[in-house]
């Protein structure tokens, strides 16, 4: 895992961006994309590069981390109608290149399983931004989901619907349920990029990167995989127990390396 502290929101969008590109620069590519407010600055910046800087994401295919159940596709809020507002819509995806879950699937526990099928059939998700909620859920994994979970069904936790109520027009309206990509599934991209910004997800932060790998803290599964990017503003950052030595390793990076 690579902790990198940056000094500002725009920083970590720039770095973010940095890495998208140049995945997405090296040929076909599967892109993992979160929604939430987190990444919308790395959205923005890839647009910019894609309006401006020729990058283009016509080879490209993404997959979406979640959706809430019962909100049709065209709703505003599913994060079908979310992801092409904030990003998919302003840069040159091909037609039915970007892949999200059913909400209003008759069968949810089927439509899990075909959307995991229809993930490993392009190939699986080279690089997966991923945001973190303030009890350290990625996706929707709230806490106790199983660590090597595969997609399914989820209830929110009262914290995660009060934190998205902003988004609705009444708390009330936040759905009760979300199919989400699994630990286990999100495990499987191969690059995972996780962002974190401002003081709010100060403890999720210290807690997924320096806490146990336990159930309790979803986002502590990461600790396991292979190719981890954490980055993180300041705020986020605020908690660390060992900023000095993550900063003291990213001033001596090898040049080489690449993210
Ligand atoms: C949401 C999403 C997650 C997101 C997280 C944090 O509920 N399902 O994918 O990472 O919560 O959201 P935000 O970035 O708005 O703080």
Redesign the pocket.
Known sequence: MEIIILPTPADVARTAADAIEDQVRSGPSVVGL???????GTYQELIERHRTGGLSFAQAQAFL??EYVGLPTDHPQS?HSVIRAEFTDSVDFAAGAVHGLDGMAANPAAEALRYDASIEAAGGVDIQI?????DG????NEPMSSLVSRTRIKT?TQQ?RV??ARFFETPEQVPDH?L?QGLGTISQARHLLL?G??E??ADAVAAAVEGPVAAICPASALQLHPHVTVLVDEAAASKLLHKEYYQYAFDRKPAWQGL
Do not use: C, E, M, R
């Open positions: 979160a929604t939430g407010s987190t990444p919308l981390l979640d994060y991923l945001g973190i909620g303030t859920h990625i996706g929707f929110l995660t934190d998205n979300v989400t962002l910004l401002g709010a997800k």
